[in-house]
């Protein structure tokens, strides 16, 4: 985009660049979430819904596939006939008490650490789609080059914080695809790293890779989480055996685990935004309560991902008013066990257009006012997460950055209310292009977007009248062109080379489920 | 959209439409904003710049270019220079302390009427647009056709609660400019309607039409008001012939003002968020005073619309951090003086694109967070109001509804819970396709958007590919069509056109300036 703006008439003489005092400094990386909390129920219903999800485990139970959990739970006092699972409220408070309220994810570099808690804010681009679009190359099935590309994408944008599993490379072996995965995420970025739970001998390849790469004795490993994973439910009220394995591996190891039901309401939940969000309650604290049996104090996050099936067709919908009281109510339970939760955001459209923006940007929207922790597939995410477009991770970014930028809040002291320094030096109609206070900030003073255009119709038509999605081309392949991966040690990057091979050669480690 | 939706595939044999107990209802008309308010200044801050806006009045004053204007601000009180108009703070505080808290503008049938007070939530579509554009004709100047095109379309959406000054309708001669706008008004819609106000002869036209049309005697039009007008100043401190004309008029007749700074940081205004709103209040609080030194009492509201201009290139820009901080800034000195108040979306793009969508989705959410009772350029605005796109306000009011069902709430009882009517009588890993409660509520669940489409990806392109833009298109085609004007009374018609005939015959009234 430099181009683009070279490119632009400056109207007014001015002073130079040069003369201006400071250069626009931003800080994406460590975010308060500054929206005021919104509640769509009162106290009471959402003391009724915990309530409620308590009685769903007790009575109701949940299936569990996995022999080793249902022996865990068994343990730890829950009644359990043949594959069912009967939890008690007293293992659930139990766990609610003693699941960390603040998490540290470590990055490669301490400026890469990420806190979730309460009132954190972090962003994820969207994640886990079976295929990758552009405008360019058109729709296909995600690949290694696709994954690759994502990485380097996702690691130029500083407001996202956390790694996702952006695309499924579908081209490289299963059995050897978490070594792939692993590998360029090491390689490619410092953030916070993803790693898929698919049976314990991926999870440990993927442990054993990280720790090896990243220096970390096990020790340490276990005090604070180096990866994290998503645990998504089999909803209603099912924890298959690759998800319930996950959450022992990760728990035992002292890795992150954000346990979330996907839940469409009218179709795998309840038709209500209130009994989708109960159902959905009650399986997360089925899932965290697996953790902390596993290990007390294992860093583990809460998490929702609740919208409506249009009920014409059974389709998924995202970003719609369901979806978004379905995260303030949520939040308010979030709120009311105290830990660090995930939402999402999303889009059903099938192209980068103006649906693809508002549904992203409702559900956007519904995750902050809900006081969300980390928001999933905040950018790029089409199909209800059956694509991920590359131009559309770069016009969503706009939107996120615009957001952190709201995270830093504004000033009002005398020189920014600028009575001296502003009004009074301007005469009625003139401008105050030249005042002393806009001297001293007009280098610093405003968001400059990578892909919004301010250009007038004139300008715009005469430079080929190229929409967004068009320009966000240029913006993704000039981060793949400048590819800002971080600095290399070469020994472990061979150490990770060479395990990756002797693995390989010993047959990887095929997917579990 | 009917024909999009009847040909989708019905993936279950869930019961005939005919079974559901309830058809959807929704009431979009009188809204109350649910999002909490949020600040971006302590009340201190916003004490300070009330203060500095006081004594800009004071000791800066404002230009008045009108010697009736001026006249009676000196008579308030006011000290005055040539045409400069120093404003005392007792007179902004008896001014602020008789203006109204709460308005009811009165549309043509009483379910028409507007509530404007602090808390409630009033949508405009977006308007002074010089030109028009849409997919099928393109870009151009705004003309009669748009603009009663407009109307329909504006009147179609409840959301929309008051009319705007769409397009101007520049094929139509200036003098008989205004007969055309409010015939159109009346005949094509029973919402509160909008006169412009470009002189006392236009406006004396204006609520003549109005009264004779409406049946509205002097002493009632002068208890409400039943129109209102959009009165920007000359930034920074100008108050020009025809806006002052406007204020006198308007409040002389009970009818509405909203004053409205139209602002841009670094170029009408200080470059600062703190700056600009402290700049934008004091003219405000100028207008809002002369409403009050006219008539006491008279409606009038408080209004801002600020944002910044591109530093790099002086143009425009919309949607941005600082606009969304400027509507939060203006919102706490709306609260500040309890004024209703009006703020502003919009966009700078230059087509309906993903630029323009998200940029218009920030901007509006900042006015929704700013607890904004009136949002302004809420739907269709492009290039910084050089144009309204039809396909906008089709893509826009999709954003505008799904807000208006969140101000609707959601329900957590016993049966929406759903223990016993869902999750109950669900097994494992089952679905909730027929559960009592969905069997309950299918027909009336969800949102039914009317151009987003949540067919999946084959569909979708076996059916062309066709992006929200396209089938924006197919939608306002459609509204037109149905053209779903309400009832006339012939008489008052022939009445109405007499007037014009007549009017027109004695040589109209020219704008003035």
């Known amino acids: 985009m430099a181009e683009t703006k070279a490119n632009r008439p400056r109207r007014r003489g001015r002073a130079d660049a040069k003369a201006a005092p400071f250069e626009r400094k931003t800080n994406y990386r460590n975010l308060k979430n500054p929206f005021p909390p919104m509640k769509v129920f009162s106290d009471d219903q959402i003391e009724n819904m915990h309530e409620t999800a308590l009685r769903t485990l007790e009575e109701l139970g949940m299936r569990v596939l996995l022999p080793e959990a249902i022996a865990i739970f068994k343990a730890g006092g829950a009644r359990v006939v043949g594959d069912m699972v009967y939890i008690g409220r007293e293992m659930v408070a139990a766990a609610l008490a003693s699941a960390p309220k603040s998490i540290v994810g470590r990055g490669g570099a301490s400026e890469r650490d990420v806190t979730l808690e309460l009132g954190s804010l972090v962003f994820q681009p969207g994640a886990g789609a079976p295929n990758a679009t552009d405008l360019v190359r058109g729709r296909r099935p995600g690949s290694a080059r696709d994954f690759i590309e994502y990485t380097k994408i996702a690691h130029h944008y500083d407001v996202f914080q956390m790694m996702s599993p952006s695309v499924e490379p579908q081209d490289v072996p299963t059995h050897l695809r978490h070594y792939f995965t692993m590998q360029t995420q090491l390689e490619l970025t410092d953030k916070f790293p993803f790693v898929f739970a698919r049976g314990t001998p991926q999870t440990m390849d993927g442990f054993r890779m990280l720790q090896d790469y990243r220096g970390v004795d096990d020790e340490t490993f276990l005090s604070d989480p180096y990866c994290y994973t998503i645990i998504n439910t089999n909803s209603p009220r099912t924890l298959d055996i690759p998800m319930a394995q996950g959450l022992i591996d990760f728990a035992r190891h002292g890795q992150l685990s954000i346990v979330t039901p996907f839940t469409l309401m009218g179709a795998m939940a309840p038709i209500t935004v209130a009994g989708a969000i109960t159902l959905s309650h009650s399986e997360a604290l089925a899932g965290i309560t697996l953790t902390q049996l596993v290990r007390s104090g294992a860093p583990v996050c809460y998490g929702t991902f609740t919208s409506n099936v249009d009920m014409k067709s059974g389709a998924p919908a995202f970003g719609t008013p369901s979806h978004f009281q379905a995260s303030l109510a949520a939040g308010q339970l979030a709120r009311f066990t105290g830990l660090p939760w995930r939402s999402a955001a999303g889009s059903a459209s099938n192209t980068n257009d103006v649906q693809a923006a508002n549904e992203n940007q409702m559900g956007l929207w519904g995750c902050l006012m809900a006081g969300a922790t980390v928001i999933i597939h905040s950018a790029g995410w089409l199909e209800g997460g059956l694509s991920v477009s590359y131009e559309k991770v770069i016009t969503d970014a706009e939107v996120l950055n615009m957001i952190a930028e709201l995270c830093a809040g504004a000033e ?60 966000a081309t240029k913006v993704w392949q000039g981060i793949l062109a400048a590819d800002s991966r971080p600095a290399v040690d070469e020994t472990r990057l061979g150490t990770l080379q060479d395990f990756i091979a002797k693995r390989t050669e010993e047959g990887g480690a095929p997917p579990e489920s």
Chains 1, 2 share one sequence.
């Open 412 to 471: 009002a002291g005398p020189d920014e209310i600028g009575f001296e320094k502003a009004i009074s030096e301007v005469q009625p109609s003139g401008h105050f292009f030249a005042t002393t206070q806009t001297m001293e900030r007009y280098n610093t003073a405003f968001y400059e977007p990578h892909v919004h255009d301010y250009a007038n119709f004139g300008t715009w038509t005469e430079r080929g009248s190229e929409d967004a999605n068009t320009r």
